[in-house]
Every structure is written in C-alpha cells, then in structure tokens.
C-alpha cells in the first residue's frame, strides 16, 4: 500500500464534471444515478491505469490472500477468471509426463 488511507468516500474536486452530471440528470428521462456513474467511471478508470505487470502483481497478491476478491475484481474484472484458468492449465501441463512426446532416437 502506498501509506495512503481512504474511508468509504472518495471526493475530488468536480467543477465542469459535476455540472455535465447535473446537466445529464435534469435532462436524462428519470434522472441518472450519478453515484453509480462514478463508480463505474471510476472502475473503467483503475482498470485503464493497470499496465501487464501491475494486472500480475494484482493477481498474485490476490493468490496470496493478501487483498479481498472483490478489490482484485474492481482491478482485474473478467481477467480474474482468466488468469485462474491459465494458471491452473499451467499446473496441469506441469504435472503431465512428457516422456510420450519425446520421438524414438531413430526417427520413428
């Protein structure tokens, strides 16, 4: 962790985004959810600041137990699945007997 500490709000300074959201609510039939449109911006937004390393490094924090299911979610969503099933390939392929692969030393 980067020594930072947050509570169950994230607030930022919104000028411009907050007259969009307000501009969309009044204008929108039925309104907008405008507290749901800013978690999933904020998702598609921490998903987009992942590079390859930073997805790995996630994943094997998640292996590890050391953060929840859920945050690795947010982080990786549908990757999550992805990674368990290659690396469960993996193992598999490791624990295969190779020896019926390897060509007889005459060719055949």
Known sequence: MSGSSYDETIQFRAGAE????????????????????????????????????????????????EIDEDVARVLLGEKIDQMEAEKDAFESAMERDTSAFLADSDGE
């Open 18 to 65: 907050k007259e969009a959201a307000e501009l969309l609510d009044e204008v929108h039939i039925g309104g907008v959810n405008v507290s749901e449109l800013a978690r999933t911006g904020l998702v598609e937004m921490l998903r987009r600041s992942l590079d390859e390393q930073d997805e790995i490094t996630v994943y094997e924090r998640y292996s590890r137990g």
